[in-house]
């Protein structure tokens, strides 16, 4: 194959990828506002149906112009040759490939978030708010990114060049080690990423004394859950919406609720979402889900061992000097159809763990079948949730069963 033909191919599947997503984003949103689904009015008045259709739509066409601007910018650089105009002009001034590497992705990573404020900025500030969700402040906004990025670049770093490390040195043993690295990474962040990270943007404190504390309390003796490992957490600070979830295994295991979700909802109502988040600990979700991933991660560093030293990758995208960062780019272009594939099974596996993580309340919670029915009405008429979601953009996007299949199963 000739690099022409290889290039060729990438941005062929950029586009295919673009025309699918935005076949299932049409889908959707038309299935969110044509629906004759009668069991919406358990949920919705007209006037709040109205509500909740125009700001899926809205979501809708702001979804649009992100994504296709996204895409222009990606086939411009990819026929253009911009990323082999970067990668020359980083080594006009470093000479260590190592150096170079880190380089190009440090400034490919801020350029992409330079290009996705002003994104980030109108979806929080124009359409959070315009339905009366966003609580954010400017101030807050912007030192999460300022935040995040700190991070990224402390951790994310320091784990990118020890892998860029052993590709150079140690090619021929690159796909075990970086599997290894990643690995050991990913179970250090998946145990105590939440105890670590979360109070950087978020304070977490127990449930206070009262009601609604016995009730849990009571509630987690008989499961055996210790009430130390229970948080409840400000997502007030940046958003009305309402949530709840389980992290972590083991002594790191931990829950969060979100004062929102305790603001809206009756006592038996939290403890029966609580009911369903030591579910996910019970039947070993959040285990499981990482035990794939590790073997997916497993299956991406095998392909890269056998792919990434293949000097058409670079060629392709028009570099000069075969690299790290410009192979691992053209790698993940052509990964595209395989991670679709696999997010599909992801979320089928996670939607599966929805559903027994509410079978799992129903059968260790007293009534919760009406409590917890009631709750996720309320969170998902709150949140102005999209009752009716195409079941293709459920099988690619939805990590949770659309709620009125959830409720369904729960009645
Ligand atoms: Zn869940």
Same mark, same amino acid.
């Given at each position: &194959?000739?690099?022409?033909?290889?290039?060729?191919? &990438?941005?062929?599947? $950029?586009?295919?990828?673009?025309?699918?997503?935005?076949?299932?984003?049409?889908?959707?949103?038309?299935?969110?506002?044509?629906?004759?689904?009668?069991?919406?009015?358990?949920?919705?008045?007209?006037?709040?149906?109205?509500?909740?259709?125009?700001?899926?739509?809205?979501?809708?066409?702001? +979804?649009?112009?992100?994504?296709?601007?996204?895409?222009?910018?990606?086939?411009?650089?990819?026929?253009?040759?911009?990323?082999?105009?970067?990668?020359?002009?980083?080594?006009?001034?470093?000479?260590?490939?190592?150096?170079?590497?880190?380089?190009?992705?440090?400034?490919?990573?801020?350029?992409?978030?330079?290009?996705?404020? #002003?994104?980030?900025?109108?979806?929080?500030?124009? @359409?959070?708010?315009?339905?009366?969700?966003?609580?954010?402040?400017?101030?807050?906004?912007?030192?999460?990114?300022?935040?995040?990025?700190?991070?990224?670049?402390?951790?994310?770093?320091p784990l990118l060049a020890a892998i860029i490390f052993v590709?150079?040195?140690?090619?021929?043993?690159?796909?075990?080690i970086g599997?290894?690295l $990643?690995?050991?990474?990913?179970?250090?962040?998946?145990?105590?990423?939440?105890?670590?990270?979360?109070?950087?943007?978020?304070?977490?404190?127990?449930?206070?004394?009262?009601?609604?504390?016995?009730? @849990?309390?009571?509630?987690?003796?008989?499961? +055996?859950?210790?009430?130390?490992?229970?948080?409840?957490?400000?997502?007030?600070?940046?958003?009305?919406?309402?949530?709840?979830?389980?992290?972590?295994?083991?002594?790191?295991?931990?829950?969060?609720?979100?004062?929102?979700?305790?603001?809206?909802?009756?006592?038996?109502?939290?403890?029966?979402?609580?009911?369903?988040?030591? +579910?996910?600990?019970?039947?070993?979700?959040?285990?499981?889900?990482?035990?794939?991933?590790?073997?997916?991660?497993?299956?991406?560093?095998?392909?890269?061992?056998?792919?990434?030293?293949?000097?058409?990758?670079?060629?392709?995208?028009?570099?000069?000097?075969?690299?790290?960062?410009? +192979?691992?780019?053209?790698?993940?272009?052509?990964?595209?159809?395989?991670?679709?594939?696999?997010?599909?099974?992801?979320?089928?596996?996670?939607?599966?763990?929805?559903?027994?993580?509410?079978?799992?309340?129903?059968?260790?919670?007293?009534?919760?079948?009406?409590?917890?029915?009631?709750?996720?009405?309320?969170?998902?008429?709150?949140?102005?949730?999209?009752?009716?979601?195409?079941?293709?953009? $459920?099988? $690619?996007?939805?990590?949770? #069963?659309?709620?009125?299949?959830?409720?369904?199963?729960?009645?």
């Amino acid at each position: &194959m000739t690099a022409e033909i290889l290039l060729a191919i &990438m941005v062929a599947l $950029v586009l295919l990828n673009f025309m699918l997503d935005s076949m299932l984003d049409y889908l959707n949103d038309r299935s969110a506002r044509f629906s004759k689904e009668p069991r919406i009015a358990e949920f919705y008045d007209q006037n709040e149906y109205q509500k909740s259709t125009s700001y899926s739509h809205e979501k809708y066409r702001f +979804g649009v112009i992100d994504s296709t601007l996204s895409v222009i910018i990606t086939v411009a650089a990819l026929t253009l040759g911009w990323f082999a105009f970067l990668d020359d002009l980083i080594r006009d001034y470093l000479a260590n490939e190592l150096f170079i590497s880190l380089g190009f992705i440090a400034i490919l990573s801020l350029i992409s978030s330079i290009v996705n404020l #002003p994104f980030g900025l109108y979806f929080t500030f124009k @359409i959070e708010a315009k339905y009366g969700f966003n609580k954010t402040t400017l101030r807050t906004f912007m030192t999460d990114r300022v935040k995040g990025a700190v991070l990224s670049l402390a951790i994310g770093g320091p784990l990118l060049a020890a892998i860029i490390f052993v590709y150079q040195q140690f090619p021929d043993w690159f796909w075990l080690i970086g599997w290894a690295l $990643v690995s050991a990474f990913s179970l250090l962040s998946f145990m105590f990423g939440t105890k670590l990270f979360l109070p950087l943007f978020n304070k977490l404190q127990p449930v206070p004394d009262g009601e609604l504390r016995d009730e @849990i309390e009571r509630y987690c003796k008989s499961q +055996g859950y210790a009430m130390s490992k229970l948080y409840v957490m400000d997502g007030s600070r940046r958003s009305t919406k309402a949530n709840a979830f389980f992290s972590g295994m083991g002594r790191t295991k931990t829950i969060v609720l979100f004062d929102t979700l305790i603001e809206k909802l009756t006592t038996p109502q939290i403890t029966a979402v609580l009911a369903h988040e030591i +579910g996910h600990y019970k039947r070993k979700h959040t285990l499981t889900m990482f035990l794939l991933s590790n073997l997916q991660t497993f299956a991406l560093f095998a392909l890269l061992g056998w792919l990434l030293g293949n000097p058409i990758l670079s060629e392709a995208l028009g570099a000069s000097v075969s690299s790290f960062h410009i +192979g691992i780019l053209a790698f993940f272009l052509l990964f595209s159809p395989i991670s679709l594939i696999l997010g599909l099974i992801d979320n089928a596996l996670s939607r599966r763990n929805e559903f027994e993580a509410d079978k799992f309340a129903l059968d260790t919670y007293p009534n919760s079948s009406e409590h917890l029915r009631d709750a996720l009405k309320k969170i998902s008429t709150d949140s102005l949730a999209n009752l009716t979601p195409h079941p293709w953009y $459920v099988k $690619v996007h939805y990590t949770h #069963p659309p709620i009125l299949q959830r409720l369904a199963k729960l009645s």
